[in-house]
């Protein structure tokens, strides 16, 4: 436990919690991206720069960037950017699903008992990365290809608009 | 509390804010981002458990979690398609609305 | 008072805090946020007297503090603070005429809706400028280069309602990454062979001996040493960014941007930043003067770099009807100038050069945004003219301005930095022809601005907005004559007579030589002078009965010349007919391929599949499909039942989901299965 985790955890749930509050679009979004900020740096703080790096360039740099470009193509005007507030029911029952996932997963962590932990963090090199992942997980790393390619194409099909001759069809 | 038991009550806690965020908004772009939030707790998770807890071979904490990313940056580009989608079927984001599976 | 070189990095932090000050007000908190961005430039002026105390102490001394920024692996990426008279000196200048610029703005952007962001905007300009100045590792620096771009593409487009602004941001933006790749590919190859970019780092630095002989000792393609070859590709960056030929076109169109804007970042501070850049490296640019057998020595293209667009600012200069265009032209043709210094092997000239052209530009900047804030926004001077007797004390501190461009004998800063120059040139072995280009400049400089001076100043008004300006409030007119002041004054710390700065800048004790050491080219320079400022009273300082439509005197003498330095030799034509069409050719060509090629490839793909559908679909409709209608049915009922839990409620779902989570986990937790 130290002062550096407890700010991370500050920055991280604080921010996220006040996008789950914000009326305003563009602010939750601003808010989650300060929110994956702070993750990347609490896996700064673990040992894991690498991940840190990775999190800061998919997350921080490239998710915002499409969710923003999500806000900006599916708005029309300014006052479309204030969401509407969630309706009371609703709320009120994720509210009481959100505290229930996190009540019984804090009664988890304390009722098993711990292995001591280590004391530094596993020498992880970029090499040794690289060489793990060209090796041992290779497979994998083809298969995440293949899907990524699998979902560009998707993405594609799915936002690209419909023919003409098919919207006369339907 | 050991470090291991506060990394797992924040990535707990992280967890819940996105569930409630994906839960009680209604724009379907805030519930995509509170289910990224959700993986991002989970990728807490690996790296808490890489880092504090003994077992695993060295890196097997960190590749789960560069491949976890890569698929969340993947399901983000196809979520955020089908948000287009949706925009251009019924003109607002309102996932509540969206409740047929025809056009 | 003192300051460290452990401590520099307080220097651009304080306007970076600034700039997030600036970056949380709303709208409304506009005295807050110039407060806070006028504040931190103060502060950091104060900071940088203290590091120009501490750097003067030891003038030979490159101290530095470094440290480890991050570890990847085994890679240790390490950046630091340097902390030597080059660096205290510019950080002084910056930070002066940075609060100045900030205190004009107040006046200037008065009415401007967005004057927090504008701020905002100025401090993380002023942040990256002076993280730039105080880097040691080349690292860093180029961090702080593309931020300084990044705000100059935002300060240029600030009124990105204005078609043009917009279109100049991003010409200015792209332009100078031309040059920033040709810098990024240097620092690569740099870090590839030497393992480092620090600049100074106790004698394992790139800048050092050991590097320095390594680097020049090895030979790559065509002869080149490898010293040559990286300083011409950093040299790139500093072609980009100080607007030098070919990749000048970038600059004018910047003076799109609000007047102060234009003139701290794109005369006094950002441009400079080139030369800067040039002289940091210094050592690596000269590791090749002592091989004889390389094809050219990385410096002798400077040199020719900064002749050719010294010459070629001050002519298109003479045929521009706008003042701030003019003044970009002479900014062009005065980077040219210090860029030619460097090459001929004085970078303490062209530093004070730089100084030197800061103060005045800035001034001579300023003075035209309060004509052009005067005149509501008229900056042509064909429709401007007159403005002397209602604004005297702009049209006074202007006229200083002009005379120190000029380089009136004696009096003005812009004399003594020139002749440095012109001397440093004379005394260049290997080619005669920066001189002659350095001294044609000089007849071109004092002409144009001849030319200006009289166009807005004397004569009538011309258009009855000229006939109504009238001299602005305190807040603008103070810092133009503190600029003006510094302009005349500043001059002597490095007249020959008393070489102070050329003696603490470099480290070397200069004896202070005689003003006589090359009287013939002093006096030649002085009568070019006179030539420039006769020649340009005799055509345009007594025409009378001018209006807004008159033909310009020269162009009616030579209206071919004329017209082709009017629409600037033609740079934009031609890049939008090479570069442009090139680009519009391959994209052509792309579309072409990618139509014809592999559309018809895949519609015969797709003719393949539709007549295997087509077969299929006979053997499913007579065989297949009377069984799966029997079984579909059955389905159908089921399907109707579950239907109900199936409202299509995404959040419903998804909140099923975690309540049955909860509910096994509990399972689980009470149950004692671990």
Known sequence: MTFTFLILAVIILGSALAAALRPNLIHCALLLVVSWLGVAGFYLWAGAEFVAFAQVLVYVGALSMVVLFAVLLTRQSRAELRVDAPETRRAVWAVIAGVAVSGVIGAAVFATKWDPAPVTAPEV?????????????????????????????????????????KEEKS | MSPLQGCLLLSAALFSVGLVIALARSNAILVLLGIELMLNA??????????????????????????????????AAVGLALVIALYRHQKNLRLQEATRLRG | MQL?????????????????????????????????????????????CGALVTALAQPAVHASANFTWFALGNEVVRVGWLLDPLTAFMAVMVTFVGTLIFIFSLGYMKEDRNFTRFFCFLSLFAAAMLGLLVANSLLLLFVCWELVGLASYLLIGFWFHK????????????????????????????????????????GAGVLEQGSLTALAGTTVAGGFALSTAIGLLIFCGAIGKSGQFPLHV??????????????LIHAAT??????????????????????????????????????????????????????????AFSTVSQLGYMMLALGVGSWVAAIFHLLMHAFFKALLFLGAGSVIHAAHHEQDVRRLGGLGRRMKATFATFAVGTMALAGVPFLFSGFWSKEAVLHAAHAWPVSSLPLLVGLAAVVLTAFYMTRLITGIFLGAPRTDAAAEAHENSAVMTGPLLILAACAIGLGFIGTPAWPWLQSNLGGIVVEPESIWEAPGLMLLSIGLVVTGLGAGWAVYGRRRNVNASSVDPLAQAAPGLFAVLAARLGFDEFYAATFGRLNTWVAALADGLDRRVWDSLVSLLARAGEFSGVLNREADEDILNRGFDRTSATVRGVGQTYSRAQAGETHGYLRTVALAFVVFALVLLLGGVR
Request: glycine letters at 10%.
């Open chain 3, 270 to 327: 950002m441009v400079a930043a080139g030369v800067f850049l040039v002289a940091r490296v210094y050592p690596l640019m000269l590791a090749d003067q002592a091989l004889a057998s390389v094809p050219v020595h990385a410096l002798t293209v400077v040199a020719g770099i900064g002749a050719i667009t010294a010459l070629l600012g001050a002519a298109i200069a003479v045929a521009q009807n706008d003042i701030k265009r003019v003044l």
């Open chain 3, 4 to 48: 460290s070189a452990t401590h520099l990095w307080m220097i651009p932090a304080l306007p970076l805090l600034a700039a997030a000050i600036g970056s949380l007000t709303p709208r409304g908190g506009r005295k807050l946020a110039a407060g806070a961005a006028i504040a931190a430039m103060i502060g950091a002026f104060v900071l940088s």
């Open chain 2, 42 to 75: 989970a990728n807490l998770n690996f790296i808490a458990f890489w880092r504090f807890h003994s077992g695993a071979a060295p890196a097997t904490g960190v590749i789960f979690v560069l491949f976890a990313i890569a698929v969340a940056a993947a399901e």
């Open chain 3, 250 to 263: 970038w600059l004018p169109d910047a003076m799109e941007g609000p007047t102060p804007v234009s003139a």
């Open chain 3, 163 to 202: 078609p043009a602004a917009a279109a100049a941001a991003k010409k200015a933006f792209l332009t100078t990454r031309i040059g920033d790749l040709g810098l990024l590919l240097g620092l690569l190859w740099l870090y590839h062979v030497r393992g480092s970019l620090l600049c100074y780092d106790g």
């Open chain 1, 125 to 165: 090199t970029v090499r040794g990365l690289g060489l793990e992942l060209m090796g041992a997980h290779a497979a994998a790393l083809l298969l995440l290809g293949v899907l990524l390619t699998a979902a560009l194409l998707g993405a594609v099909v799915l936002a690209a608009p419909d023919r003409p001759e």
